[in-house]
């Protein structure tokens, strides 16, 4: 049975930091890509960054680059997403899903798995 699990999210002030992990069980981890997606209220899923199976290429959405910095540990069946200057506008559901395409259009629609979701919550 396939789980990915998200944790890591919370309330935070504009400036702050936060540090989402992801595991996966029941797939071969290390043989899949990954990618992080958010959802805020009212909007579309859209695509925050993904990682190559080996960790060899990152992506990151215009949004975020520059401030959230995507990796992995294979050894662990673990994502990160490491989020610094946080902005208000970054409030959203993350999403950790698995399986899919990693490139700059990062689409939702190519991931098999995907976990329930973790909270992030930035205050002005």
């Known amino acids: 049975q396939v789980q990915v699990v998200e944790s890591g999210g919370g309330l935070v002030q504009a400036g702050g930091s936060l540090r989402l992990s992801c595991t996966a069980s029941?797939?071969?981890?290390?043989?899949?890509?990954m990618g992080w997606f958010r959802q805020a209220p009212g909007k579309e899923r859209e695509g925050v960054s993904c990682?190559?199976?080996?960790?060899?290429?990152?992506y990151y959405a215009d949004s975020v680059k520059g401030r959230f910095t995507i990796s992995r540990d294979n050894a662990k069946n673990t994502l990160y997403l490491q989020m610094n200057s946080l902005k208000p506008e970054d409030t959203a559901m993350y999403y950790c899903?698995?399986?899919?395409?990693?490139?700059?259009?990062?689409?939702?629609?190519?991931?098999?798995?995907w976990g329930q979701g973790t909270q992030v919550t930035v205050s002005a």
């Open positions: 990682i190559t199976w080996s960790g060899g290429s990152t």
């Open positions: 029941g797939l071969r981890f290390d043989a899949l890509n």
């Open positions: 899903a698995a399986g899919g395409v990693c490139a700059q259009r990062l689409s939702d629609a190519t991931y098999s798995y």
